[in-house]
């Protein structure tokens, strides 16, 4: 679904790989801001979306699981946006700056040849990207002007107080009800901090706790604190919420329509163990279910693990054959890039505070042309 795509597969539903949606391409054609907006805002009233968002990287910068703090989490992020390959025993760079996809065939990302380096910018051999980190480190910074906040603001092992939930999230928040358009969220992370994330995104929804958002509880949006889990077998899928359990033994498209009625916000954790036996390939991902032919519902997915390699990718796409039929088949991560999954830039996603925003409305766009290609 990337415009970096040269060439397009034929499949079985149709999706529609001809869209131009590319992260460096998605003005590329000059058109008019005014009648892109307000093209969007009459799109947004059509459908509700879905949206399942990532933990770590994505809109935390940390992770609990690994102890990193801020500074390591970015520093662990640009390793995995900036390129090069060996030759003749030795690192060679190939690019200047970071970036989503490599700049040719055979680079590799540097995460992907040597795996996680402490110091990847200070000491090691990320040297060049240094300024690059320390520009969002400062963007992440909490404010000056502000006390410190128990729950929203944390130390980073600078010492520095640094933003524990990214402010472009919050924004999303506002800008989707701003536009009229229906949403549900779902949290999904292989992590520990949910049951955290759970309690301070309701306390800032409901009771205005955040200094920078005081005005997000008349979005009235609700907020689940009771994290579920999602696992997965050789047998299918099971969703598990409280008392519920719902199975793909009984069919997926109960998992689907549980899914797509969902209200305001609430989270699961996924299966990391299940992911790394199937060697972190698309078939162990986190499952997702897409109804290609469903106009009135769109699941996105953003997660900065979401790779166009069906080697080492993060999500699961499992789309329907058929409209109401309850069998699926495995889509490629290319095959819906920046149409139901968004790789998350964290860089930009630091810098620009409607970028969530931004790409989800390429995505429904993407979508409708889509949809116009089934009738």
């Known amino acids: 679904m990337s415009a970096s795509q040269n060439s397009c597969e034929t499949h079985k539903t149709s999706i529609d790989c001809s869209t131009n949606g590319g992260i460096a391409q998605e003005n590329s054609d000059g058109a008019d801001e005014q009648s892109l907006s307000v093209s969007r805002l009459l799109l947004a009233r059509k459908k509700k979306i879905v949206l399942h ?16 703090g801020t500074v390591a989490a970015l520093e662990y992020f640009l390793s995995t946006v900036t390129w090069g390959r060996m030759s003749k025993g030795k690192w060679e760079w190939m690019c200047e700056s970071p970036s989503l996809l490599p700049p040719c065939k055979d680079a590799v990302s540097y995460y992907s040849q040597f795996g ?19 520009e969002h480190l400062n963007l992440l910074r909490w404010p000056s002007d502000l006390p410190a906040h128990k729950e ?14 990214l402010p472009s999230f919050f924004h999303l928040l ?50 689940d604190t009771t994290p579920g889990q999602i696992r997965c077998n050789t047998k299918g899928v099971i969703l598990i919420h409280g008392d519920l359990r719902i199975s793909t ?8 329509r549980f899914l797509s009625s969902s209200q305001g916000l609430g989270g699961f954790q996924d299966q990391f163990n299940w992911w790394a036996q199937n060697t972190y390939s698309i078939m162990g991902g986190k499952p997702m279910w897409i109804d ?24 699961h796409p499992k789309v329907f054959l058929d409209p109401e039929s309850s069998e699926t088949r495995t889509a490629s991560t290319s095959e819906l890039y920046d149409l139901c999954l968004i790789q998350t830039d964290l860089l930009r996603a630091i810098s620009e505070p409607s970028y969530f925003t931004e790409r989800i409305l390429i995505c429904m766009e993407n979508y409708e042309k889509n949809l116009r290609q089934q009738l």
């Open 152 to 165: 929203l603001s944390v130390k980073g092992e600078d010492g520095k107080l640094y933003h524990w939930i």
């Open 116 to 134: 996680r380096v402490v110091g990847f910018t200070t000491v090691g051999p990320g040297r060049r990207f240094r300024k690059v980190l320390e």
């Open 53 to 68: 968002i990532d933990l770590n990287n994505t809109i935390l910068v940390s992770d609990a699981v690994t102890k990193q």
């Open 292 to 315: 290609p032919f469903d106009s009135t519902i769109q699941h996105i997915f953003i997660d900065d693990n979401i790779r166009q390699n069906n080697d080492d990718t993060i999500v």
């Open 174 to 223: 506002q800008d989707l009800a701003s536009q009229g358009i229906e949403f549900s969220i779902f949290f999904r992370t292989f992590g520990t901090d949910l049951p955290r994330l759970l309690k301070v995104v309701r306390q800032v929804l409901e009771h205005g706790t955040h200094p920078l958002f005081s005005v997000l509880p008349e979005l009235k949006l609700s907020v």
């Open 249 to 256: 033994q009984d069919g997926e498209r109960n998992l689907y």
